[in-house]
């Protein structure tokens, strides 16, 4: 459940094969191009539900783009992109202490502690911040040694 939802909040992806997958399922149920195309019509449904859940915000980029660049310098407008910035940060803050608690205590504070995701988070914080290591190969070592670790029986 919380490698689902982490990796749902971490990236577009599964939403857009979630999106795509009930295209396809639709296309290929109501059989748009007849029965002997099932194939097609799922495909090309799938193709034009990712493309519509994408246009609207290429859209709102290329039009709202140079008009977000004439503001600049404008305390109207500087003003609430900041508190919309602050905003966000603590969004993510909350959304990282929420993995925190159930990942470090995945019963709950009564439970035990999870020494083995701390001493992961902690490398991963580590190799970040002191040695500056490339965010996906510090995600992939952290998986690997995750993955060790479960099938060693350690976690």
């Known amino acids: 459940m919380m490698d689902g939802l982490a990796l749902g909040e971490t990236t577009p992806g599964p939403l857009i094969m979630v999106v795509a997958f009930v295209g396809f399922v639709g296309g290929y149920v109501k059989a748009l ?5 099932l194939f097609l019509a799922g495909a090309v449904a799938a193709s034009l539900v990712t493309w519509f859940t994408f246009l609207p915000s290429f ?9 977000v660049e004439s503001t600049h310098n404008e305390l109207k407008f500087t003003a609430p992109l900041t508190a919309i910035t602050a905003a966000v940060v603590g969004v993510i803050l909350n959304l990282a202490l929420f993995f925190a608690y159930h990942v470090l205590w995945p019963q709950g504070l009564s439970g035990r502690f999870d020494v083995a995701s701390a001493v992961i988070a ?20 952290c998986a690997l040694v995750g993955l060790g670790l479960r099938l060693l029986g350690l976690a």
């Open 33 to 37: 191009f007849g029965p002997e195309s």
């Open 122 to 141: 902690v490398g991963a914080a580590v190799a970040l911040f002191r040695y500056k290591r490339n965010v996906i190969h510090v995600i992939a070592a």
């Open 59 to 67: 859209m709102f980029i290329l039009a709202g783009g140079p008009l």
